[in-house]
C-alpha cells in the first residue's frame, strides 16, 4: 500500500469522523544539537515551536520565530563540493522537518553533496491541534481554487532566512570545504515557493548557484534575466498545483536560462524528497543529483 502524502493524512485528520477518533500527535521537539541560529527579530526563541507528529515517521513543526540551518556533511572521501540547502515545506505554517527535510539532506551527503537543513520562519498557527488542522486545510483547499492567487503568495521571512542560510554556507565555505560557486537550494511546496522567492528577490551577487522547485505553483510566467539553473519537479495529479501548462518552466526556456522539468504521473502533493513508493517519484533525488552533474556543478575542484 502506497505511504500516504500529508496532502491525504491532512484530508483524512480533518474530516469529522477522523478528527473524533485521533488528533494531531504532540511530540517533544526533534533534537538538533548542530542547528546554527540565523538572524532573528529580537525576542525569537525556540520555545516557540509547537511540535506534531503529522504521521508516522514524519514530525512537523509550527510557530517557528527563531531561523536556524543544520549542516549533513557527506564522508569527506565522497565529498564533491557543492552543497544545497533544503527548504520544507508547509504551506507557511508547518514544515515537514524528516520527509522534506533531514532525510532529504542524508540522502544527498550520502551522494557527496553536503547538505543543509533550513528551518525558516512560520505564520503564527493556534497550540490546540484542531485548530491548526482548519486554519491547514483552508489554506490547502484555497489553492485548487485560485492557482494564480497560490502562486503569488509571498512569505518575505522565509525567503530572508533562505538569504540568510545561503550567505552562511558560503562564508563558511573554507571551514566545510565546499566550493562557494556551487552553492544552492532544494526547495518543497512552500520550501519551493521560499527559493523562487529568495530567485526573484535577491541581486545577482547573492543568487544560489541552482535551485530545486519540487512541487511548487507552476502558474509563474516570469524568470528573472539572472536566473539561475531550474530543476523543476511536481505530479501530475497534485491536488494543489495540479498542472496543466508549465508556465515556469517556459519562462526560464524564454529567458536562456537552464530549465529541466520532470512532471510525474503519479505522486500527489508532499511526496517528499525520497518519493512516493510504487511511482516513479522515488527517482527524484537520483534525477536531482545527476542533473547538477550535468549542470557541472559536482566536479571536484583540482588541487
Given at each position: ?19 473524533a ?84 539532506a ?15 520562519r ?62 544552492g ?7 519551493a ?6 530567485v ?104
Amino acid at each position: 500500500m502506497r505511504k500516504a502524502t500529508i496532502w491525504t493524512t491532512l484530508v483524512a485528520l480533518a474530516c469529522p469522523v477522523a478528527a473524533a477518533a485521533q488528533s494531531l500527535a504532540p511530540i517533544e521537539a526533534m533534537p538538533d544539537p548542530a542547528a546554527i541560529a540565523l538572524p532573528a527579530p529580537k525576542g525569537a526563541s525556540r520555545s516557540s515551536e509547537v511540535w506534531n507528529m503529522l504521521q508516522a515517521g514524519n514530525p512537523v513543526v509550527r510557530n517557528v520565530t527563531q531561523p536556524t540551518v543544520t549542516p549533513v556533511l557527506p564522508d569527506p572521501a565522497k565529498a564533491t563540493g557543492a552543497a544545497v540547502i533544503v527548504a520544507p515545506g508547509g504551506g507557511f505554517l508547518m514544515l515537514s522537518m524528516q520527509t522534506e527535510g533531514f532525510a532529504v539532506a542524508k540522502a544527498l551527503a550520502d551522494r557527496g553533496i553536503a547538505a543543509f537543513v533550513l528551518k525558516y520562519r512560520l505564520e503564527p498557527t493556534p497550540v490546540e491541534g484542531k485548530a491548526f488542522l482548519a486554519a491547514m486545510m483552508a489554506r490547502f483547499q484555497a489553492a485548487p481554487k485560485d492557482p494564480a492567487a497560490a502562486a503569488a503568495m509571498r512569505h518575505p521571512d522565509a525567503a530572508a532566512d533562505a538569504l540568510a542560510a545561503l550567505r552562511l554556507v558560503r562564508s563558511r565555505a573554507g571551514e566545510w570545504k565546499l566550493d562557494p560557486a556551487r552553492v544552492g537550494l532544494i526547495g518543497f511546496s512552500a520550501g519551493a515557493m521560499t527559493a523562487l522567492e529568495l530567485v526573484q528577490t535577491a541581486p545577482a551577487a547573492d543568487q544560489p548557484a541552482f535551485f530545486g522547485y519540487v512541487y511548487g505553483p507552476q502558474a509563474i510566467d516570469t524568470a528573472p534575466a539572472h536566473a539561475p539553473p531550474m530543476f523543476d519537479a511536481i505530479a501530475f495529479d497534485d491536488p494543489l498545483f495540479r498542472p496543466v501548462t508549465f508556465p515556469i518552466a517556459a519562462a526560464w526556456q524564454q529567458a536562456k536560462r537552464p530549465v529541466e522539468l520532470h512532471a510525474y504521473q503519479k505522486g500527489g502533493h508532499g511526496f517528499g524528497g525520497l518519493g512516493a513508493p510504487g511511482t516513479t517519484t522515488t527517482l527524484l533525488l537520483d534525477q536531482f543529483t545527476a542533473w547538477l552533474a550535468m549542470q557541472g556543478f559536482l566536479k571536484k575542484a583540482t588541487q
